[in-house]
């Protein structure tokens, strides 16, 4: 079996993502065939080293799992968060799970959640020009203009935004397409034109639709769904 290296391991067992694997190594939390793990670049063979995460075991899943949430307002998007619910609350699954990107505690909708950690890099990273789509209401009517300077692109915090897709629904309202994930973008171009966001609601990531799924329920990933997924991030 080929050595892979130990937080690319721990992030695919779905213990944790690669970058928290890799904070975990230098704290001393990981050990290989009883051994303390603390130099990253370390590599472990999956089928025969014995890893263990702060004393529990870590080892490959039997398969991996890939779910559906749509996120309620008032979830934080994360594993744990002290004192507030997180998303990982509202699935009832014994493997640990975690989330792919970001939704802000105020947003709703479609997050993808898995062990799979190849998933996380390729939907979540702006190379891969993988689409978000969003549902939008804000509290005052958008000019044309407002909406043209989203979709051109706009500075935040000095940096540019990427072109967008932007297609009015009404006169505050609308729909927008994005191929990248600034912390909370959308609500800051909103911003920038002088309005304010009541209303943020993720429809679409990649090729998969939310649908009618129903408000803080989740549900596996259809067969075909799963197909489409991997057969577009090229796993």
Known sequence: MALVRLQKFLSE??????????????????????MVVSTLGSKVDPEADVVHLNGMPVGKPDRHIYVMLNKPEGIVTSCEHRGEPVVTDLVNLPQRLFPVGRLDKDSTGLLLMTNDGRIHHRLSHPSFDHEKEYDVTVQRPLADQDLAAMEKGMPLS????????????????????LKEGKNRQIRRMVKKVG????????????????GDLAK????????????????????
């Not at 989740?218 to 090229?234: I, S, Y």
């Open 13 to 34: 067992a779905g213990a944790c993502s690669r970058r928290k694997g890799e904070a975990h190594i230098l704290a001393g939390d990981v050990s290989v065939n009883g």
């Open 158 to 177: 000095g940096v540019m935004t990427r072109p967008a897709r932007v297609h009015r629904l009404s006169g505050n309202r609308f729909r927008i397409v």
């Open 195 to 210: 309005n304010r966001v009541v209303r943020l609601h993720r429809i679409r990531v990649a090729d998969l639709k939310l």
């Open 216 to 235: 803080g329920s989740w549900r596996h990933l259809r067969p075909e769904e799963l197909r489409r997924l991997l057969k577009k991030l090229q796993l």
